[in-house]
């Protein structure tokens, strides 16, 4: 079934291109989102999420997977503000500053996932980031020049990452699995936008090999502990997105770029690349009060086994998670939802939805490496989406995550949460 899909996806998407993000631009009145303002606005977004599991956070020390056990948490993800600032008309300055579980500093975190122990690891969470902070300057409404911090579109979710345009109390599972999210990194971009088209193409700093890791594949080697950011190999990014057909939105996003020079210690990696291989397709469907999307990501990773001995040998103390990293990376997932107030003709909007995921952080492994089924997920959940105003919403959701086709323990969640996203003051 997975390789159907998978097919089927990069069919798709092969034959149709890439599709204009509708919160990012409109391209019918030519007015691209990054200069729909006069000099200046602020603004930002937000998430408040409350999770009840039914099981235990370890699965990977008892043989039958997660134990029972019942624990809930009630955070704030992230809190963002952004302000954007006209030096003139064809100038523009964008910031992003996001705050993540609601406080700065370092924090502690169990980790589970090296060989079934119990661990403690310094991480950056509960920090201030800067998410954004670029230049852009425009030459036409089909050629701008930007430079500085900035997002990496590759995946729906990292394209389309504020909480109001997803379902769900969470961002998807596969995504944030596999990739950095919400991915930035600093370099420079060509970005423009045709009626029915947008395109984005960047060099940026690449990863930092010291964080791969079998649970996040390259998702945690997004540089940033150190104070300095290795940009000996960079990497090249990009994506497209068509939006010809009133309400279709498809995208194709794709990264490459060696990590073995980003380490800290590159010397470590002689005569190695570790080349980062992802591509990506994605859609989205709205109209008749449906909205319906899709995507697909599969990553390859090029001397995955000899990073995993380095990193087991030389970078215990780095902070990192150490551990195996696979060759290959999977995910592909489908939502859909259906406004059943559209029958009242109300102003606001309540959409029931089911989301289906697949993700495998180890879907295949070079010969030598060890395999481990725990990494294979397939996640349902069904919830609503109740948006009292285009850009709030409450949401509720319970999902079931399957462990390698129900061969260990299943995992439930049940959550709630609130999100917005809003220009408070324009000018």
């Given at each position: 079934?997975?390789?159907?899909?998978?097919?089927?996806?990069?069919?798709?998407?092969?034959?149709?291109?890439?599709?204009?993000?509708?919160?990012?631009?409109?391209?019918?009145?030519?007015?691209?989102?990054?200069?729909?303002?006069?000099?200046?606005?602020?603004?930002?977004?937000?998430?408040?999420?409350?999770?009840?599991?039914?099981?235990?956070?370890?699965?990977?020390?008892?043989?039958?997977?997660?134990?029972?056990?019942?624990?809930?948490?009630?955070?704030?993800?992230?809190?963002?503000?952004?302000?954007?600032?006209?030096?003139?008309?064809?100038?523009?300055?964008?910031?992003?500053?996001?705050?993540?579980?609601?406080?700065?500093?370092?924090?502690?975190?169990?980790?589970?996932?090296?060989?079934?122990?119990?661990?403690?690891?310094?991480?950056?969470?509960?920090?201030?980031?800067?998410?954004?902070?670029?230049?852009?300057?425009?030459?036409?409404?089909?050629?701008?020049?930007?430079?500085?911090?900035?997002?990496?579109?590759?995946?729906?979710?990292?394209?389309?990452?504020?909480?109001?345009?997803?379902?769900?109390?969470?961002?998807?599972?596969?995504?944030?699995?596999?990739?950095?999210?919400?991915?930035?990194?600093?370099?420079?971009?060509?970005?423009?936008?045709?009626?029915?088209?947008?395109?984005?193409?960047?060099?940026?700093?690449?990863?930092?090999?010291?964080?791969?890791?079998?649970?996040?594949?390259?998702?945690?080697?997004?540089?940033?502990?150190?104070?300095?950011?290795?940009?000996?190999?960079?990497?090249?990014?990009?994506?497209?997105?068509?939006?010809?057909?009133?309400?279709?939105?498809?995208?194709?996003?794709?990264?490459?770029?060696?990590?073995?020079?980003?380490?800290?210690?590159?010397?470590?990696?002689?005569?190695?690349?570790?080349?980062?291989?992802?591509?990506?397709?994605?859609?989205?469907?709205?109209?008749?009060?449906?909205?319906?999307?899709?995507?697909?990501?599969?990553?390859?990773?090029?001397?995955?086994?000899?990073?995993?001995?380095?990193?087991?040998?030389?970078?215990?103390?780095?902070?990192?998670?150490?551990?195996?990293?696979?060759?290959?990376?999977?995910?592909?997932?489908?939502?859909?939802?259906?406004?059943?107030?559209?029958?009242?003709?109300?102003?606001?909007k309540l959409y029931p939805f089911v989301r289906y995921e697949y993700y495998n952080t180890a879907?295949?492994?070079?010969?030598?490496?060890?395999?481990?089924?725990?990494?294979?997920?397939?996640?349902?959940?069904?919830?609503?989406?109740?948006?009292?105003?285009?850009?709030?919403?409450?949401?509720?959701?319970?999902?079931?995550?399957?462990?390698?086709?129900?061969?260990?323990?299943?995992?439930?969640?049940?959550?709630?949460?609130?999100?917005?996203?809003?220009?408070?003051?324009?000018?």
């Amino acid at each position: 079934m997975k390789y159907l899909f998978s097919f089927l996806m990069v069919f798709f998407v092969s034959s149709n291109s890439v599709l204009l993000a509708q919160n990012h631009s409109d391209t019918t009145k030519m007015v691209p989102y990054e200069w729909a303002f006069s000099k200046y606005r602020f603004g930002g977004y937000g998430e408040i999420l409350y999770q009840q599991h039914n099981y235990g956070a370890n699965r990977y020390k008892d043989p039958a997977g997660a134990p029972k056990d019942s624990r809930a948490y009630l955070t704030i993800p992230r809190t963002i503000f952004a302000v954007d600032y006209k030096f003139r008309d064809d100038i523009v300055l964008g910031t992003e500053i996001e705050f993540e579980y609601g406080g700065t500093g370092s924090a502690m975190e169990l980790e589970y996932s090296e060989a079934g122990e119990y661990e403690m690891e310094v991480e950056k969470a509960g920090e201030v980031v800067l998410e954004q902070f670029h230049i852009t300057k425009r030459f036409a409404n089909w050629l701008n020049v930007r430079v500085g911090h900035i997002i990496v579109p590759v995946g729906l979710t990292n394209a389309h990452h504020e909480p109001i345009f997803f379902f769900g109390t969470t961002r998807p599972e596969g995504e944030v699995a596999l990739l950095p999210s919400t991915w930035h990194e600093t370099g420079i971009s060509l970005l423009g936008y045709l009626p029915s088209w947008r395109y984005e193409l960047m060099l940026v700093n690449g990863l930092d090999p010291n964080g791969f890791s079998t649970a996040n594949w390259v998702g945690s080697g997004k540089q940033g502990i150190f104070e300095q950011i290795t940009a000996t190999n960079p990497a090249f990014a990009g994506r497209v997105e068509y939006t010809g057909v009133k309400g279709l939105r498809v995208g194709a996003s794709g990264y490459y770029g060696n990590s073995a020079k980003n380490s800290s210690k590159p010397q470590a990696f002689t005569g190695l690349k570790g080349t980062v291989s992802i591509l990506s397709g994605d859609l989205q469907y709205q109209g008749h009060n449906v909205i319906a999307r899709a995507n697909y990501i599969y990553g390859n990773l090029a001397d995955s086994k000899a990073i995993s001995d380095i990193n087991y040998l030389s970078f215990k103390k780095t902070g990192y998670p150490i551990t195996e990293v696979a060759k290959n990376a999977l995910t592909y997932a489908a939502e859909i939802g259906y406004n059943v107030l559209s029958f009242w003709d109300a102003k606001e909007k309540l959409y029931p939805f089911v989301r289906y995921e697949y993700y495998n952080t180890a879907e295949a492994v070079e010969a030598g490496a060890k395999e481990n089924p725990r990494y294979k997920r397939d996640l349902t959940t069904f919830g609503f989406n109740y948006n009292l105003l285009p850009n709030l919403v409450v949401k509720a959701d319970y999902s079931i995550r399957r462990i390698n086709e129900g061969k260990y323990n299943s995992e439930h969640t049940f959550g709630l949460g609130v999100a917005y996203m809003a220009w408070f003051v324009t000018k």
